[in-house]
């Protein structure tokens, strides 16, 4: 991931918040939408605080994914 920076930025593009979480730019922005993450404008430019998308990451619920079943035996 070259776009993402090796040090923890205060804000992000929208863009950078996509491929962070890996939900898509619309879904970013229903999110901000919702309140569900915090962004600031710099002139044109809208930026996503790390805050929020690591708030908004921790309050996600845990996927609950059954155990793959076990091939059938032989005889």
Partial sequence: MADVPAFRPFTVTIKTASLLTGISRSRI???IGRG???????GERTLITMASIERR???LPKAKIAAPKPP???P
Avoid: G, M, N
């Avoid at 569900?36 to 710099?42: H, I, P, R, S």
């Fill in 29 to 31: 922005y229903e999110a």
């Fill in 36 to 42: 569900e993450l915090d962004a600031v404008k710099d």
């Fill in 57 to 59: 990451q921790s309050a």
């Fill in 72 to 74: 059938p035996r032989t």
